[in-house]
C-alpha cells in the first residue's frame, strides 16, 4: 500500500524558508517520479514541483522558480521541498504525490 507522509510546514514570514519533507513507503521509491502540489483556500491544487526517478530532472511552477528545489534521497525514501524567499501567495496545504496517490498534507503559511 503506497504511503505518503508529509512533514515539514508551518508559519513563516515572508522571505523566509522551510523545507517539506515526504516519506514513502509501500512502493519501489527509486523507481518512481515524484512530485508536490499545493493547494490554497478557494483555488485549484496546482503542481509546484517534480522530480524523476533517476533525480536527474526537475521541473518547477513558474512562479516558484529560482526559489524552490526538490531533491530526493533513495536511501532514505524521502523527497523534500526546499522553499526560499516565501511570499504569501505561497500559503497553501501541500501534498507529496507519487503513484496516483496523494499524501497527507501539510500547511505552509506565510505571513508578517
Known amino acids: 500500500q503506497v504511503q505518503l507522509v508529509a512533514s515539514g510546514g508551518g508559519l513563516v514570514q515572508p522571505g523566509g524558508s522551510l523545507r517539506l519533507s515526504c516519506a514513502a513507503s509501500g512502493f519501489t521509491f527509486s523507481r518512481s517520479a515524484l512530485s508536490w502540489y499545493r493547494q490554497a483556500p478557494g483555488k485549484e491544487r496546482e503542481l509546484v514541483a517534480l522530480i524523476t526517478s533517476s533525480g536527474l530532472s526537475t521541473n518547477f511552477l513558474d512562479s516558484v522558480k529560482g526559489r524552490f528545489t526538490i531533491s530526493r534521497n533513495n536511501a532514505k525514501n524521502t523527497v523534500y521541498l526546499q522553499m526560499n524567499n516565501l511570499n504569501p501567495e505561497d500559503t497553501a496545504v501541500y501534498y507529496c504525490?507519487?503513484?496516483?496517490?496523494w499524501g497527507t498534507g501539510t500547511q505552509v503559511t506565510v505571513s508578517s
Open positions: 504525490y507519487a503513484l496516483m496517490v
